[in-house]
């Protein structure tokens, strides 16, 4: 008698269907639910009616009005507007480049330096610091009699530069912009570099490379996974910086000048300023100037910087 074939019992069973798998599947809504309903509320829901006011005018106290695509002319129009696109270019663009070739500078200085983790540690430090505390210390370092002056003085220089005047304050603000963030795009380019085998880098000189062909060859190559991530942060920081901007362009006594104005500060003159007509309608359609160019600049670095994967 022929043996009962087994190709049905010994056949593996589908995965979608065993018990775990199941289970699982029940799980699903009842654990992102929550989260899902958090997400509409929180994020959705608000960029929906900035879209929706963007195209109304309202103070936040009288009835809302139609205004249809006056606000987005009358942002551009608007000359403080343009001076806070131009200023947040120049963080994100110039901001940038200085920032990360200062990071990958301090990065292969570090590499191979004794006590590297203390020294990432010390640099890491400003990204701690709230950036209102920079902007409180601006005026008592760079005001006219301040500290940075009487050192100048003392070292003698009859004439010290007016650090805060308005056409040095934005300067100030993006040295002070590059300062804090070098540290925190250090530490994370370094610990990339770190995971870089170091044969490599010794066969590299075997056969007589320099320094800047093992940069070019090994070093970018094999940490370009995070350089893109950074960068995207970096888009994201620039974008939202506001607090320093703020307390550090107010230092001198006052509100922060119009020419140092970046796009979030722009919104919260716009919208929330008590020393302005609060419209709420333009405030929106300049936040949402701010969320398109974001996601256009995110777009075009991602497609930019794609690369294939190196394998180490």
């Known amino acids: 008698m022929p043996p009962r074939s087994t190709a049905g019992r010994l056949s593996p069973r589908p995965a979608g269907n065993s018990p775990f798998q199941r289970a699982q599947n029940r799980a699903f809504w009842p654990f992102m639910t929550p989260a899902l309903v958090l997400f509409l509320l929180f994020f959705v829901a608000p960029i929906v009616f900035s879209v929706w006011l963007s195209f109304h005018s309202w103070d936040g106290i009288t009835?809302?009005?139609?205004?249809?695509?006056?606000?987005?002319?009358?942002?551009?129009?608007?000359?403080?507007?343009?001076?806070?696109?131009?200023?947040?270019?120049?963080?994100l663009v110039v901001g940038g480049l200085i920032t990360f070739v200062l990071s990958f500078a301090i990065t292969l200085f570090l590499r191979e330096m004794v006590g590297r983790k203390f020294v990432r540690y010390v640099l890491f430090f400003p990204v701690l610091v709230n950036p209102l505390v920079f902007g409180v210390m601006a005026g008592l370092l760079f005001r006219p009699d301040g500290v940075v002056n009487h050192l100048l003085r003392t070292l003698g220089v009859t004439d010290p530069p007016k650090w805060l005047a308005m056409d040095n304050i934005f300067t100030l603000i993006l040295a002070t912009t590059i300062w804090a963030a070098v540290g925190f795009y250090t530490t994370i380019i370094m610990s990339a570099v770190e995971q870089i085998p170091v044969y490599y880098y010794e066969a590299a000189e075997l056969d007589g490379a320099g320094a800047w062909t093992k940069f070019r060859h090994i070093t970018l190559p094999l940490s370009w996974e995070v350089v893109t991530v950074c960068a995207l942060l970096w888009t994201i920081a620039s974008i939202r910086v506001f607090e320093l901007v703020l307390v550090f362009g107010g230092s001198t006594g006052g509100t922060p000048p119009p020419q140092t104005y970046t796009t979030a500060l722009y919104?919260?003159?716009t919208g929330f300023s008590a020393k302005a007509q609060h419209d709420f309608g333009v405030a929106s359609a300049a936040?949402?100037?701010?969320?398109?160019?974001?996601?256009?600049?995110?777009?075009?670095?991602?497609?930019?910087?794609?690369?294939?994967a190196v394998e180490v």
């Open 63 to 91: 009835d809302i009005h139609a205004r249809g695509g006056k606000n987005y002319r009358q942002l551009f129009l608007d000359p403080t507007f343009r001076a806070a696109l131009r200023n947040t270019g120049l963080i």
């Open 267 to 269: 919104v919260y003159e």
């Open 287 to 308: 936040a949402l100037v701010s969320l398109v160019l974001i996601t256009v600049v995110a777009v075009l670095l991602r497609s930019v910087m794609r690369r294939d």
